[in-house]
């Protein structure tokens, strides 16, 4: 492949063979590029550039992957300009808060420009991971057609295509390894899609259609699985039946994660025994997920398999806390867990019983808006899984009421944790048992966690809470708030106290325009900040933008709203200047 | 540097005298807690738009303030505004839609929650899905329908006084226990079978103990 490298003029500068100023030999161009070609962290790369002009080109020029969080940061021209010889691109684009109805449709975050200038300037791209980015069908068809070693492309909460783009993935790119659709809006055309891929194709590594809704065409996937020996990953849609099923894994065996189909087909006993059989067979298997309408008495089908798993994504499967005991009794090696609140904290306590190598661990809720006293879990589930868990490091857990003391309990049982994610589903709800705000409960945490790096907060919280992050979360990278604090002081203790602060998102609080504008300096060292629905106005944001040209200041407005009142605004540092293409209802001040 | 920090202050402070607003001069707005206008959320048209915030036409002109949400002031630090209704905010809880419709299709999917109901005389047992019925008076309703008889209506110190017939359903815990004192939501979870007890033992039933 090196001859399809861009290289530039090999001209012989004269500092390159002479001693530098400080006594010791340069290396030539080419070493120092193959030594600093082997960084693989963004991190040391970023170090290493600012070194002087020789390292900032011997990195730009070995850099094979580039990571861009905000797509708006920068443009495509820019970044071509700077990195020649890129093969993966991995785009973020809107807000986070886009994935729960804060952002408009038709926001922006297209990547067709972008296609256009890597057709261009890489056209030996291979690898393309997008999340929150618009992705049409003319872009997918585009891609296709435009980047003969393609290899591995991944959407994650995109929107805007259709299975006719996948269509063209399949039938075009002939040395695909990767096609990873997750959580998209996607146009099912239930057309077959899968008959695309050429009889001749065998490369495929990974597979991911779950969240598919219609049926596929299942000879035409048995074939492609067959043909594929390297396939490691496969995730199937709900289409799939537990018969075909069991089909797919004796045709590869070698899986090492696995999405099943529908889990509740009617088995007869020969079935289920064969059902069985595949899944002892299938020795390498470490993720399993899926499990869409689970009927509880098959899942012992999977024990056989479940010695090896390290991540049980039960995520979509609400099961009740006797059949996830049962299960998770075969399943000491667990490190990432995934389930619904229907386990309730007896459940909980059977993970912090039989899976104490756990690190992560998500709690999703069947049912966020019950009224009354809908059922869950509680702070002594959560209590249970850090009694039994030490390794626990990342939590993400919905509930609908908590106390301080659990919390701090939780935390110093677990004290390494590194994201800190609490749902208390109800707006403001304080301590149940002692009536008082949350604020000693997310103390605890920043005090207890010295290598916090994420954080969500919720409940009811005064700016105390926000004063504890900002005395001590001196690791914080994310923030994520929502309906707490009780005036600008709060997020000016954040904006002064944490460091390492990347992202800020703050809904329906009560910040307005000082405690914007004490951020002016923070923000450029920051990928973003959201508010929406605080007590920002237009004024404020204009006087950021006119203090800080350097930043993108925009406001989403809507029909009818208050003129004044600047109810949504996103704020990140940007090399490519305003957005060219935002629609009428993003203003750019 | 101190010139431009004070002139930046000096911003701020005549910010909020040159900041557009309605209230009438000298209004304060303190509002932490958006309120939760239940049922203005059909006429919010635009999928958009908040549901929670109040139109000027539905404020008192009387004390119409600055920004729309509050009629309910939450002071600085310790009253907390009652929280609003979750199932009304734009994105709350945070969950992703497809995780969301994932999870609701399937409870719907599952199908009616299906339960045995006797009554003491009868010579067979019915069924009725009580997913079917929004609360008790649906409920009790549809039980006079099928058995032709009067439950009459409930009151929590005395049961169902005056009728011949007590509605009664066994819980997850195997205890028997009178229909009408757990809220709705709760019962349809916990509720396994019906039985309508009748005369003495209905009787019985609803006296004070």
Known sequence: MECCNKRRMMKESPESNFMNRRGSSCFPDEVLERVIGMLKSRKDRSSVSLVCKEWYNAERWSRRNVFIGNCYSVSPEILTRRFPNIRSVTLKGKPRFSDFNLVPANWGADIHFWLVVFAEKYPFLEELRLKRMTVTDESLKFLARSFPNFKAISLQNCDGFST????????DCKNLTELDIQENVIDDKNDNWLTCFPESFTSLEVLNFSILHNDVNFDALEKLV?????????????????????????????????????????????????LEGAFSNCKNLNTLSGLWVVTPQYLPVLYPACANLTFLNFSYAPLDSDDIAKLLVHCANIRRLWVVDTIEDKGLEAVGTHCPLLEELRVFPADPFAEGDARGVTDSGFIAVSQGCRNLHYVLYFCRHMTNAAVATVVQNCPDFTHFRLCIMNPGQPDYRTSEPMDEAFGAVVKTC?????LAISGLLTDLTFEYIGKYAKNLETLSVAFAGSSDWGMQCVLEGCPKLRKLEIRDCPFGNAALLSGLEKYESMRSLWMS????????????????????????????SDDSQAERVYVYRSVAGPRRDAPPFVLTL | MATSASAYENDIKNLKATELTLGLPGTHLQQNVPIIDQEKSSASSSSN???????HEETSPAQDCGSKCSNIAKNTDDDAA???????????????????????????????IYVKVSMDGAPYLRKIDLKIYGGYPQLLKALENMFKLTIGEYSEKEGYKGSDYAPTYEDKDGDWMLVGDVPWDMFVTSCKRLRIMKGSEARGLGCAV
Do not use: H
């Open chain 2, 49 to 55: 738009k908040r549901p929670l915030q109040l139109s």
């Open chain 1, 226 to 274: 067959t043909r594929c020996k390297s396939l490691k990953t496969l995730k199937l849609n709900k289409s799939i039946t537990l018969e075909q099923l069991q089909r797919l894994l004796f045709r590869a065996p070698q899986l090492c994660e696995l999405g099943t189909g529908s889990f509740s087909q009617e088995l007869t006993t020969q079935q289920y025994t064969e």
């Open chain 1, 533 to 560: 629905d605080c007590k920002v106005t237009m004024n404020g944001c204009r006087l950021l933008a006119k203090e800080m040209p350097r930043l993108n200041v925009e406001v989403i407005k809507e029909d009818g």
């Open chain 1, 450 to 454: 010295s290598k916090l790096q994420r």
């Open chain 1, 164 to 171: 006719d783009g996948l269509a063209a993935i399949a039938a």
């Open chain 2, 82 to 112: 009652p929280p609003p209704s979750k199932a009304k905010i734009v994105g709350w809880p945070p969950i992703r839609s497809y995780r969301k419709n994932s999870l609701q299709e399937q409870s719907e999917a599952a199908g009616g």
